[in-house]
């Protein structure tokens, strides 16, 4: 029997899980496989190594309202069953908020849980299945030792000022600053950027985390300087239903002539804005780029241009540009997009080499580029798994 480490990534249509060996902290996933249609019809997919592997039973007979408890203590329970050569020891959990207590990842505790519970106002979509996560293991198994690991952390080497609003002293004294999210992504690039860029590691390079979630990173000396995201993960860029970075005074005239509630604002603001929002079509950008109304190209052009202003910003914040880094599943996926970011930053030097992307290389600059282009796959398993072992082991 080998002892492993889960790692869950509870959200709030999926949960992404994965085993990796205790002692071995450069060794693959022994599993990695996520339960999706939560909400619709829930289902176990998994492969082992290369090989999809089978989870007995189906889920058909789950409620369409199975809570994440219910659906975290079953996969546990399936994992036992199918899979006792496979014990775990320690599971460690991907946590969206850490807000200013937790610059570190931590064990999870009765008090560090209720500190994270506190915190949930600042992350409503993602906090709490995060917690239910944590919850439902420590009913069902309340011996397993559980790490929480923050999307919010790696940006707390930013300095003071990237962090701060021009705000009232006393609200930033209260915590009312940029946070950042999308951390456990960045600090696994960060990482591997010896290996991807050789003498480029240590200097200026943005990562673009382009999801249904987005943001990007600047990143010098491997650490994080400035990000897009702040306060929530509602700032920045234009997200699949999140509107990114938007005018205070619009959600002041929405309550004052709209009529509209903090509730209607919320909804608004999170789930109806967007490539969704603009297009009217979709949230997804492969929905998008298929699509022939013009809503849809719109849409695509105006997420394209507001990555580009920011990679203005990030650029002004660095003093320069070495590299840049597309990852997560729009970013690593969508030449298309790549291209129509990338290939209008010629003011900064960037060549892109249109063949190389398309192609879906990894480098996709040509040689007389003076910035890197890359396409890069992020691992936040991994980053979750070695928080989890270094704590716990």
């Not at 030449?335 to 060549?351: C, F, H, N, S, Y």
Request: glycine share 8%; proline share 4%.
């Amino acid at each position: 029997m080998a002892d492993v480490i889960l790692t869950v990534n509870s959200g709030s249509s999926s949960i992404k899980f994965a085993l990796f060996p205790a002692s071995d902290a450069k060794a693959d996933a022994l599993m990695k496989g996520k339960v999706t249609g939560i909400g619709r019809q829930p289902k176990i997919t998994a492969k082992r190594g290369n090989k999809s592997v089978d989870f007995g039973e189906p889920l058909d007979r789950i409620e369409l309202n199975a809570k994440h408890e219910w659906l975290i203590s079953e996969l546990l329970v399936r994992l036992d069953q199918d899979f006792n050569d496979l014990h775990p020891i320690a599971v460690g959990h991907r946590v969206v908020h850490g807000g200013q207590d937790f610059t570190n990842h931590t064990l999870v505790t009765p008090e560090t849980l209720g500190a994270m519970r506190a915190l949930t106002p600042l992350a409503p979509l993602h906090q709490p299945m995060n917690l239910a996560a944590i919850d439902a293991i420590a009913t069902s198994n309340p011996g397993l030792p559980q790490v929480a690991c923050f999307d919010t952390a790696f940006h707390r080497t930013q300095p003071k000022l990237a962090q701060m609003f021009g705000l009232p002293r006393a609200l930033t004294e209260e915590g009312i600053i940029r946070y950042g999210f999308h951390g456990l992504s960045y600090d696994y690039i960060a990482s591997i950027l010896p290996d991807i860029l050789g003498d480029r590691a240590n200097g200026r390079v943005i990562v673009a985390h382009l999801g249904n979630g987005a943001s990007m990173c600047a990143i010098k000396d491997r650490k994080s300087v400035a990000t897009t995201m702040g306060f929530t993960a509602l700032d920045g860029l234009i997200m699949g239903r999140r509107c990114g970075d938007l005018d205070p005074g619009v959600a002041i005239y929405l309550a004052e002539q709209k009529g509209m509630s903090v509730h209607e604002i919320h909804e608004l603001l999170y789930r109806q804005s967007g490539l969704l929002g603009v297009s009217g079509i979709s949230n997804s950008m492969q929905d998008l780029q298929s699509s022939d109304h013009p809503e849809a190209q719109e849409a695509i052009d105006l997420f394209c241009y507001r990555a580009r202003q920011q990679i203005g910003s990030l650029t002004a914040t660095l003093g320069g540009l070495d590299a840049l880094i597309f990852t997560a599943g729009i970013g690593e996926h969508s030449a298309a997009t790549r291209e129509q970011i990338a290939a209008p930053l010629e003011w900064l030097g960037v060549d892109i080499d249109a063949k190389a992307n398309k192609c879906g290389e990894t480098n996709f600059h040509t040689a007389t580029s003076k910035v890197a282009l890359l396409k890069v796959a992020t691992d936040e398993e991994r980053v979750i798994a070695n928080a989890t072992r270094k704590l716990v082991t």
